[in-house]
């Protein structure tokens, strides 16, 4: 086999699409729902096809990276309101969602012709500390301000997909205020950007992280960069700032179909829907809070019987 990093003919080993680290973090979260293969299955997501050298040695810097990261910022929940400052590596931070994408594009058989040799040499390479122009990525928290409890999707800390759905407008086109009726637009308006190659979205529990591939020679990116700075509830990370500030990126619908990004008015109508549902049923959390509390209690006792 010739390894996917490298290039080298050798034998090959499983390589974690997500890094093992990350997985490790949450062994609560011990099935693996394969939506391209439709399987459920208990064992890690892997990718066969990294020689020993690159899997071990090679690109594990990426992983002690991001375990480090999550571990420090995103085990936690967040409140709605929620206002986190996070010190990062911005050229680790590319590294690592590079690499999961890659991985699972290899996973699906899918094209992974943006990871040409000046990308993995990227990947390989632990001293290159500059980030990639044509690279960008956005962070937000995910917070379920929805009244479905976390468990009831299935217990989905870790997710990722390709090709997240950035809406051109608001989901919801209007609130009736007198009557409490909601219009839904139909269809859904879709944004696309020229010169984009390759997007995935990866949600790390309450930590969500958008990656966007560009065309280096695209003469619309800054463009693209400016509406989508103007236009999501994410924070764009940046090469010179090793801080920056993460506030909610969800809203009630958006946190359970997580591929979906709203607009940021999409956001606000939302979170006024779900103020109307809050304030006209006249009841406190308290059926909520107790909900989540035994949901926390089965969470520790999984997290026991599966312990990594
Ligand atoms: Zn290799």
Same mark, same amino acid.
């Given at each position: 086999?010739?390894? !996917?990093?490298?290039?080298?003919?050798?034998?090959?080993?499983?390589?974690?699409?997500?890094?093992?680290?990350?997985?490790?973090?949450?062994?609560?979260?011990?099935?693996?729902?394969?939506?391209?293969?439709?399987?459920?299955?208990?064992?890690?997501?892997?990718?066969?096809?990294?020689?020993?050298?690159?899997?071990?040695?090679?690109?594990?810097?990426?992983?002690?990276?991001?375990?480090?990261?999550?571990?420090?910022?995103?085990?936690?929940?967040?409140?709605?309101?929620?206002?986190?400052?996070?010190?990062?590596?911005?050229?680790?931070?590319?590294?690592?969602?590079?690499?999961?994408?890659?991985?699972?594009?290899?996973?699906?058989?899918?094209?992974?012709?943006?990871?040409?040799?000046?990308?993995?040499?990227?990947?390989?390479?632990?001293?290159?500390?500059?980030?990639?122009?044509?690279?960008?990525?956005?962070?937000?928290?995910?917070?379920?301000?929805?009244?479905?409890?976390?468990?009831?999707?299935?217990?989905?800390?870790?997710?990722?997909?390709?090709?997240?759905?950035?809406?051109?407008?608001?989901?919801?086109?209007?609130?009736?205020?007198?009557?409490?009726?909601?219009?839904?637009?139909?269809?859904?308006?879709?944004?696309?950007?020229?010169?984009?190659?390759?997007?995935?979205?990866?949600?790390?529990?309450?930590?969500?992280?958008?990656?966007?591939?560009?065309?280096?020679?695209?003469?619309?990116?800054?463009?693209?960069?400016?509406?989508?700075?103007?236009?999501?509830?994410?924070?764009?990370?940046?090469?010179?700032?090793?801080?920056?500030?993460?506030?909610?990126?969800?809203?009630?619908?958006?946190?359970?179909?997580?591929?979906?990004?709203?607009?940021?008015?999409?956001?606000?109508?939302?979170?006024?829907?779900?103020?109307?549902?809050?304030?006209?049923?006249?009841?406190?959390?308290?059926?909520?809070?107790?909900?989540?509390?035994?949901?926390?209690?089965?969470? !520790?006792?999984? !997290?026991?019987?599966?312990?990594?």
């Amino acid at each position: 086999m010739r390894c !996917a990093y490298c290039g080298r003919e050798s034998k090959a080993t499983r390589e974690h699409i997500i890094s093992s680290g990350i997985l490790d973090l949450f062994p609560e979260c011990f099935l693996t729902f394969d939506g391209n293969h439709k399987v459920i299955h208990q064992a890690d997501p892997m990718v066969k096809d990294v020689c020993a050298a690159c899997n071990n040695d090679r690109i594990s810097y990426i992983d002690s990276y991001a375990k480090q990261i999550v571990q420090q910022y995103f085990l936690r929940k967040y409140e709605a309101d929620s206002v986190v400052e996070i010190e990062y590596n911005y050229t680790l931070l590319q590294k690592m969602l590079l690499k999961y994408a890659f991985n699972d594009l290899r996973a699906r058989q899918d094209d992974i012709s943006f990871f040409n040799k000046d990308v993995l040499g990227f990947l390989l390479n632990e001293d290159i500390a500059k980030p990639m122009d044509n690279v960008t990525v956005l962070a937000g928290l995910a917070v379920n301000t929805s009244p479905a409890p976390d468990f009831m999707f299935g217990n989905l800390k870790l997710q990722w997909c390709k090709s997240p759905v950035f809406m051109a407008n608001s989901m919801v086109e209007n609130i009736d205020y007198t009557t409490g009726q909601i219009r839904i637009r139909e269809p859904f308006e879709v944004e696309t950007f020229e010169g984009l190659l390759l997007s995935y979205i990866f949600r790390f529990n309450s930590g969500q992280f958008i990656l966007l591939c560009w065309d280096k020679d695209s003469p619309k990116l800054e463009q693209n960069l400016t509406v989508i700075k103007l236009q999501y509830p994410y924070t764009m990370l940046h090469l010179n700032e090793k801080t920056s500030t993460l506030e909610r990126c969800t809203n009630e619908a958006t946190y359970h179909r997580f591929q979906l990004v709203d607009v940021n008015w999409g956001n606000g109508i939302m979170d006024e829907i779900s103020t109307m549902r809050r304030l006209a049923s006249g009841s406190d959390n308290e059926t909520m809070e107790k909900l989540n509390d035994s949901w926390q209690k089965e969470e !520790a006792r999984l !997290a026991e019987e599966h312990c990594r």
